[in-house]
């Protein structure tokens, strides 16, 4: 297999960045993980050279800072399952959000962008140009739909919470540092558009079996279609 991506320079320099983060908030961060914690499969296959288990293994290099951040889902929430005891009133602390894809600092329409949205079909996530970071820096950057959506949310909590918000832009949350430790981009551009092939015949098949949509399908076709 051909090598696109530095597995062991990712780990340094992704350890190393979130290291940063937490010093930016006095020792005290809450990170939130998007995506598969020890089986990315799909990183695997679209950064040929990243192992499924790289953010379990780098969280091992920051065993002596980390903490266990339990998410609730909303469901829950409106069945009123909020546990009482998770929470700390008065404790000062940061908060950013550690996501693999999309991959920031990558173009829009790069292959292994697209192969996150066909990812995600189900889901229908869009990859989007950051507007807050564009208007901010003057600089494009990479992010979705929803991230984009909630933020300005996001800084009215940190508004109300630290009396200011430290982002501003959802891009700024983000500690991801996979982008820089593409080696070969030729390589992972094809990975990525094997990747986008094996999503649609996989979402033709369920819509054969009577699982899927044919909303799912149509999406990832035009998918296909920007990754020729």
Same mark, same amino acid.
């Given at each position: 297999?051909?090598?696109?991506?530095?597995?062991?320079?990712?780990?340094?320099?992704?350890?190393?960045?979130? !290291?940063?983060?937490?010093?930016?908030?006095?020792?005290?961060?809450?990170?939130?993980?998007?995506?598969?914690?020890?089986? %990315? /499969?799909?990183?695997?296959?679209?950064? &040929?050279?990243?192992?499924?288990?790289?953010?379990? !293994?780098?969280?091992? =290099?920051?065993?002596?800072?980390?903490?266990?951040?339990?998410?609730?889902?909303?469901?829950?929430?409106?069945?009123?399952?909020?546990?009482?005891?998770? /929470?700390?009133?008065?404790? *000062?602390?940061?908060?950013? *959000?550690?996501?693999?894809?999309?991959?920031?600092?990558?173009?829009?329409?790069? &292959?292994?962008?697209?192969?996150?949205?066909?990812?995600?079909?189900?889901?229908? %996530?869009?990859?989007?140009?950051?507007?807050?970071?564009?208007?901010?820096?003057?600089?494009?950057?990479?992010? /979705?739909?929803?991230?984009?959506?909630?933020?300005?949310?996001?800084?009215?909590?940190?508004?109300?919470?630290?009396?200011?918000? &430290?982002?501003?832009?959802?891009?700024?949350?983000?500690?991801?540092?996979?982008?820089?430790?593409?080696?070969?981009?030729?390589?992972?551009?094809?990975?990525?558009?094997?990747?986008?092939? !094996?999503?649609? /015949?996989?979402?033709?098949?369920?819509?054969?079996?009577?699982?899927?949509?044919?909303?799912?399908?149509?999406?990832?076709?035009?998918?296909?279609? =920007?990754?020729?």
């Amino acid at each position: 297999m051909k090598i696109g991506f530095d597995n062991d320079k990712y780990l340094k320099m992704q350890s190393e960045h979130i !290291r940063e983060r937490i010093n930016q908030f006095g020792n005290k961060l809450y990170l939130e993980f998007g995506g598969k914690l020890f089986d %990315d /499969y799909h990183a695997s296959r679209v950064l &040929p050279g990243f192992e499924p288990d790289s953010k379990l !293994r780098m969280l091992m =290099q920051l065993s002596d800072q980390a903490e266990i951040v339990i998410v609730i889902s909303a469901a829950d929430i409106d069945k009123n399952k909020v546990r009482g005891d998770l /929470y700390k009133r008065g404790v *000062k602390a940061g908060y950013a *959000k550690f996501e693999t894809f999309p991959i920031w600092n990558i173009p829009l329409k790069h &292959p292994v962008n697209l192969a996150y949205e066909a990812a995600t079909a189900d889901l229908n %996530d869009v990859n989007m140009i950051d507007p807050f970071h564009l208007e901010a820096y003057g600089e494009t950057t990479i992010n /979705y739909n929803r991230d984009v959506e909630v933020f300005p949310v996001l800084q009215a909590m940190f508004e109300k919470i630290m009396g200011e918000c &430290p982002y501003k832009s959802p891009t700024d949350m983000g500690v991801n540092m996979a982008g820089n430790c593409i080696v070969d981009d030729e390589v992972c551009k094809e990975a990525a558009r094997q990747e986008i092939i !094996r999503r649609y /015949y996989k979402s033709m098949e369920a819509l054969v079996r009577g699982t899927g949509r044919e909303e799912e399908v149509y999406k990832i076709e035009l998918l296909l279609k =920007q990754a020729p």
